[in-house]
Structure formats: C-alpha cells, structure tokens
C-alpha cells in the first residue's frame, strides 16, 4: 500500500502504534486470566449484595459471599442471625429484593431448574425428616430423593439403576443395615444417615449441612463429623451452617461469621476462631480450646 504524502505516513505510524499497544493490552490480559483462571471459574454460589425480607424483619442485609465448588466452608452464628434464611435463599425458598447492584447466581447461572440443581448441590436439612412418615423404610427415604418428594408413591416408578445408586449412598454413609428400617425404629443419628444417603444419590460436588447435629447424642455427633470428614476427603466440598464450634471439621478451612443479617467476618478457620471474634460473634465472654485439628466452645 502506496502513502500518497507525509500526513498519511504519520496517521498511519499513529494508527500503527496504538494498534499495537492494544494487542499488548489484550495479551496481557489473557496472560492473567492464563495465570489466574482458577480464580476466574464460576462460583459455585455467588451473592452480592443481597437483601432478604422475611415478614416485617430484613433477614440478609447488603449480605455478600461467594463459595467456590469443592471449597470447606463453616457458616457460623447465634439463632436469629440469618443463617436459615441464607440456606433458603440458596435453595430458591427464599428470594433476594430486587435491586441495581444485587445479584446471585449458582455456578454462573441466575436460574436453575431445580432438579438439575440437586446434582450440584445436595442438601442436608432436619426440615425433611419431619415429613417423613414413620413407617417410610430408610430405602424409600433415600429413593425419594430421586424425586423430590419424602416418600415412593404409587405412581412413581423405580428404576434398577436408582435402587443401585441408593444402596451405593447407603454403603457409603455406613448405613447399609437401616436399608429395610422403618425411619419410627431409627435413632436420631441413623436418621441423619439416612440424609446424607439421600443428599449424595445425585453425586453433588458439593453436601450443605444445616445445623446438622440439633437432637444428637455425644455417640452420633461422633459419627455424623466422620462422615463429614470421609466425604470431605473424597473430594465432595462442604458447606456447614451451625452454631456449634465443635462440629466444624478439621477439614473446613474457611469461616464465614454472621451476626444479625450481616457477615462479620470471612477468612481462614484458624484466623477467626479465637475467643476475641466468636465472643463478638455470639455476644457473650467465650473462651475456646482446640484438640485433633477441632474447636471447643467454652
């Protein structure tokens, strides 16, 4: 290409350079998203901003966290301070106010269908073992979770390949013998089994544990934090929502402490496990001890 006069060249110089120094800009950029592209996956849930409106109380407020799939995560704090809400949020029971600078998304998405959610996230919750009918057999219990429902009814049909995933989940939890037990025969800790069996038939990437050791005795305690530390070892991720330091596993890295709709504080376990921040945290004098890699509450 011919330059007809000295105007042309000095555009075309111009031109030149700050061509060049974009594609400087954009290789550099794609260098960092190179460098730190784990980073740069989507969340497995991400909110920001949120506000949460329960009846007359605001719930979650300006409430922003973000969890990455696979990553151990303890959500601590007192009754009331927004920790059941969170869980529902996430759950879709509950939905954030619409608003310019608030958002939430799984995995990237704003929506789910539900169904499809479960192979992402299995829940963990006391809430279903309520509806459950006494004489519903651990089998069936965990069936259902094939179907969202708390039972096998009459119209839903069985497929060989879920019955096996199931006595695989129940195999896996230790829990093979509650198989053919009515859920009325079945203490509080084998209930809990019966659960987690349920949670894992759709092999989640990530188990959310709510307030998981309410009514237990010292012995299932014992149990249900083995099987939080197995599956935590096998790669599942760990979301743990409790008011009980000692249920928090020595696999769990990361606390997140909420008090009153907000988050007080988010960061390493062993940064904000100290008496200073979980006296804060639950408003009364605590001290705290730690023993085999767990926290006691004093």
């Keep these: 290409?011919?330059?007809?006069?000295?105007?042309?060249?000095?555009?075309?110089?111009?031109?030149?350079?700050?061509?060049?120094?974009?594609?400087?800009?954009?290789?550099?950029?794609?260098?960092?998203?190179?460098?730190?592209?784990?980073?740069?996956?989507?969340?497995?849930?991400?909110?920001?901003?949120?506000?949460?409106?329960?009846?007359?109380?605001?719930?979650?407020?300006?409430?922003?966290?973000?969890?990455n799939a696979g990553e151990h995560v303890a959500i601590l704090g007192p009754n009331g301070c927004g920790k059941s809400t969170l869980i529902k949020t996430i759950t879709r029971e509950c939905y954030p106010v619409v608003r310019d600078g608030s958002s939430m998304t799984i995995l990237g998405q704003s929506r789910w269908n539900i169904f499809e959610l479960r192979t992402v996230l299995g829940i963990v919750s006391n809430d279903l073992m309520v509806e459950v009918t006494g004489e519903t057999s651990g089998r069936e219990v965990v069936l259902?979770?094939?179907?969202?429902?708390?039972?096998?009814?009459?119209?839903?049909?069985?497929?060989?390949?879920?019955?096996?995933?199931?006595?695989?989940?129940?195999?896996?939890?230790?829990?093979?013998?509650?198989?053919?037990?009515?859920?009325?025969e079945m203490s509080s800790g084998e209930a809990k089994r019966i659960l987690i069996a349920r949670a894992l038939v759709h092999d989640p990437q990530t188990l959310l544990f709510d307030e998981p050791s309410n009514s237990l005795d010292i012995f299932a305690q014992r149990g249900l934090r083995e099987t939080m530390s197995a599956l935590a070892?096998?790669?599942?991720?760990?979301?743990?929502?409790?008011?009980?330091?000692?249920?928090?596993?020595?696999?769990?890295?990361?606390?997140?402490?909420i008090r009153n709709g907000k988050i007080q504080a988010d960061g390493p376990k062993k940064d904000l496990l100290n008496p200073v921040d979980i006296s804060r945290l639950f408003g009364i004098p605590v001290d705290i001890t730690q023993r085999d890699g767990y926290y006691h509450l004093w």
């Design 1 to 67: 290409m011919g330059l007809k006069s000295g105007t042309e060249k000095k555009r075309f110089i111009i031109a030149s350079k700050r061509a060049a120094e974009f594609c400087g800009r954009v290789s550099g950029i794609l260098v960092m998203m190179d460098n730190f592209g784990e980073y740069m996956e989507p969340a497995l849930v991400d909110l920001q901003n949120v506000r949460v409106i329960r009846g007359d109380n605001v719930a979650l407020d300006n409430f922003s966290l973000r969890i």
């Design 233 to 257: 070892q096998s790669g599942i991720g760990i979301v743990l929502v409790t008011h009980h330091l000692s249920d928090v596993i020595p696999e769990i890295d990361r606390a997140v402490l």
């Design 144 to 184: 259902s979770g094939f179907f969202s429902s708390t039972r096998i009814f009459d119209h839903q049909t069985v497929e060989s390949w879920q019955r096996e995933r199931a006595d695989a989940a129940l195999e896996r939890v230790g829990a093979p013998h509650l198989a053919d037990r009515a859920v009325e």
